[in-house]
């Protein structure tokens, strides 16, 4: 424990009336530092959509020293880089443990009881506010609630080809509202997006106010009216979705749909949605990662309850083999992966592992190894041809993350370029290959329904390099002759036993052969 120091000298004439003066005076209130912060704090930070960000701090102070964890978004994250001295309080918390770049930085002032707070994530605007102390049991997560027993969900019968559309979260992530998502509606048709294929308007995170005295949930004030909504975009033609964690609070902090499974399948049915995205988020403080095929099952369940068509997509980041039990949950996608981001490390990084687990996808049922960046300006337009690529032959949903309303020719010529999309729409949904890795060189050879073979060249070297391969590691016994570069939108040579192409640093070169098998 840490023991209080009393503040302000004390004058040697005084000693002989202490006795006297401190009986008349007013006892000192704790001086700056002089608090043990150890226990239990709460930080709610208005977001100015009408809820509360929440934050839960579980401190342990030693003097100087400070540990502990801090709650947010139902995660767990130990506090590092911690210090209080002088009522000045400083601490760290990592995001995501491996990547030192995502770190939230917290800055306090110990005042009276209070400590008042500010966090900052580079780049982003700060939090401010006072974080007050709370009880271990206020602090607590709701009590257990129990899970039913196993059983095989019914095929809901939808996205027989891997889904396309739109989501939220890449690019908006919190500026998600209502007159976005209409926008984003009207560019989707304006566009050709629709045309193309793209159909789903997913409204990511964020988008939850509080329940009412029903525990109904309702939306916070940036969407004022969900069913009048859900309306606008059906009249575009297209189809909407929704977001929630079968945890009590989402990733974002929101309202969960812990314990009002049934009854939220129920209001996204009445609003008219069709999609629902179910994030893991915060039931990890509740349940373990062998439970997760039942608490899916529970929101499996309820949404086939409600007898509206709803695709399920799973979000657990690709735990527990979801592959392998996704679809008993009467899922329809799964994540495999944690999350995306606008860069070439983590798109190559996610898209090249994702091989082995292609056997597991199939019409009604599909890996995915995340929503797409294209158009984000984090990469440039060859990474962002491979990151199509990949997704193409990976038949991974097509969700593009980026703003449609202000998209570049090129993006739209990655994101529309309706040769590629095709093959991610086969509707055999084979398994794609590595047939050859050499390096950075990395040729992936996938089988179509026409009879023809998609055959990707990829360069995972920062400089242009030729990549090959021979008609017979693509699985043909001859050329028949068409070889047509679906990026070029052009038939190239076909003749001899194999094709070398010069491919860009971290590009590609999709080709579609017509030979025979
Ligand atoms: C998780 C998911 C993301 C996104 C955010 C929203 O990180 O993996 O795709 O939905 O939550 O908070």
Redesign the pocket.
Known sequence: MYSSVVAGPRRSILVALSLLGLLLTPAPSPALGSQDLTGFWVWRVPRGDGTYRETVLNLKQAGEHLTGKVVL?GRNLPITDATVKQGHVHFVVSLRPREEERRIVYDGEVEGGRISLASEVPGRPVWQGTAERTTAAAAAPPPRLPLPALHDVPDNGLVRTPPMGWNS?NKF?DKVDDATVRAIADAMVSSGMKDAGYVYVNI???WQGSRDAQGRITPNHKFPDMKALADYVHSKGLKIGI?SSPGPR???GYEGSYGHEEQDAMTYAAWGFDYL?Y?W?SAAQIYKDDEMRAVYQKMGDALRKTARPIVYSL?Q?GRAEVWKWGSKVGGNLW?TT??IEDNWKSMSAIGFSQFALAPFARPGHWNDP??LEIGNGGMNNDEYRTHMSLWALLAAPLLAGNDLRTMSEETKGILLNREVIAIDQDPDAKPARIVAEEGESVVVVRPLHDGSTAVGLFNRNDQPKQVSVSWAQAGLSGMKGRVRDLWKHEEVDASGDRYSAVVPAHGVVLLKVTGQR
Do not use: V
Request: hydrophobic content about 20%.
């Open positions: 978004g979260w992530a990511d995170d964020t977001y989402t990733c974002a995205k994030d988020c979000c980041y994540r944690d999350d995340d929503m």
